[in-house]
């Protein structure tokens, strides 16, 4: 089992940068895939980004290519997303996700969720 505790939300203007961090603590963090995700006032939950163990295979909404970076580092056990040049309809609440595959079950753990608001 995995607890993840988001921190570096907060109120930006458009056209800033975030980042995101994810600390995990429990067992095997490397096992891990983890994975950001967000949702906006009467929105669905979306997938944002998410990287395999070592953070060598990535996956973005194919709308926030080029914007947004999600890494890793196994060694503190924490996740990061990068986030630039902000826009208004960023703002969100934004969750970690960490995933697993134990003996074909899949296992999913997530932390508290932490805003981001843009202001125009």
């Known amino acids: 089992q995995v607890q993840l505790v988001e921190s570096g939300g907060g109120l930006v203007q458009a056209g800033d940068s975030l980042r995101l961090s994810c600390a995990a603590s429990?067992?095997?963090?490397?096992?891990?895939?983890m994975g950001w995700w967000r949702q906006a006032p009467g929105r669905d939950l979306e997938l944002v980004a998410a990287?395999?163990?070592?953070?060598?295979?990535?996956h973005y909404a194919e709308s926030l290519k080029g914007r947004f970076t999600i890494s890793r580092d196994n060694a503190k056990n924490t996740v990061y997303l990068q986030m630039d040049s902000l826009k208004p309809e960023d703002t969100a609440v934004y969750y970690c996700?960490?995933?697993?595959?134990?003996?074909?079950?899949?296992?999913?753990?997530w932390g508290q969720g932490t805003q981001v608001t843009v202001s125009s």
């Open positions: 990287c395999n163990w070592n953070g060598g295979d990535t």
């Open positions: 429990g067992q095997a963090f490397s096992t891990y895939a």
């Open positions: 996700n960490a995933m697993v595959r134990r003996v074909g079950v899949r296992y999913d753990y």
